[in-house]
Nanobody, 119 residues
Framework: QVQLVESGGGLVQPGGSLKLSCAASGLTFGSYAMGWFRQAPGKQRELVAI???????KYSDSVKGRFTISRDSAKNTMYLQMNSLKPEDTAVYYCHGAINVGRFEYSYWGQGTQVTVSS
């Protein structure tokens, strides 16, 4: 059974930092493309950052230069270091993993962790 479990969310002041973690189990972590998405109240879920199984990285323009995505295959864990946080970063952050096998894509989501940026 595949599980993605996020942790590290919380309340932080503008300009502050948080580090999110996503612990994966039940899958061959090194074979999966992993990513962070977020969903603010009343808005659609959006991509924050993705990291391929080969280590290629892509960020949304809104977080580029402030957030850093990484993965540790030895720990089956993905991270998101968030610096210079802004109130508009407030959202539920979700971990996502995906792999293509032949014609099929297998995709999994975590339960989400709340990040609130407020003074």
């Amino acid at each position: 059974q595949v599980q993605l479990v996020e942790s590290g969310g919380g309340l932080v002041q503008p300009g502050g930092s948080l580090k999110l973690s996503c612990a994966a189990s039940g899958l061959t972590f090194g074979s999966y493309a992993m990513g962070w998405f977020r969903q603010a109240p009343g808005k659609q879920r959006e991509l924050v950052a993705i990291i391929s199984n080969g280590g290629s990285i892509k960020y949304s323009d809104s977080v580029k230069g402030r957030f850093t995505i990484s993965r540790d295959s030895a720990k089956n864990t993905m991270y998101l270091q968030m610096n210079s946080l802004k109130p508009e970063d407030t959202a539920v952050y979700y971990c996502h993993g995906a792999i293509n096998v032949g014609r099929f894509e297998y995709s999994y989501w975590g339960q989400g962790t709340q990040v609130t940026v407020s003074s």
